[in-house]
């Protein structure tokens, strides 16, 4: 079983940055791969970035491609993502996804954890 937390949220101005952290409890956590979704109001929940275990697989949506940086630290339980050059286009609540497979998915299905959700807005 694991447990997802997410923090960092907030709100900045456009052209700004955040960085958000996933914080995880269970001793496998270190074996997962973890992605970060948004949805905005009115949207259907979407891929922003996903990391595999070890840091091999990394994939980004082509809309944070360049602005947004997944990494994890498995020593600390957790996996961050830095997100520079900021739209309003990103305010959306983003969530922290998790699963015991090998590499990354894209679709919501492929994960069977999720965390609370933490709110962005970038104001313009």
């Known amino acids: 079983q694991v447990q997802l937390v997410e923090s960092g949220g907030g709100l900045v101005q456009a052209g700004g940055s955040l960085r958000l952290s996933c914080a995880a409890s269970g001793r496998t956590f270190n074996s997962y791969v973890v992605a970060w979704f948004r949805q905005a109001p009115g949207k259907e929940r979407e891929f922003v970035a996903g990391i595999s275990w070890n840091g091999d697989n990394i994939n980004y949506a082509r809309s944070v491609y360049g602005r947004f940086t997944i990494s994890r630290v498995n020593a600390a339980n957790t996996v961050y993502l830095q997100m520079n050059s900021l739209k309003p286009e990103d305010t959306a609540v983003y969530y922290c996804?998790?699963?015991?497979?090998?590499?990354?998915?894209?679709?919501?299905?492929?994960?069977?954890?999720w965390g609370q959700g933490t709110q962005v807005t970038v104001s313009s």
């Open positions: 996804a998790a699963d015991p497979r090998p590499t990354v998915v894209v679709g919501q299905s492929g994960y069977d954890y």
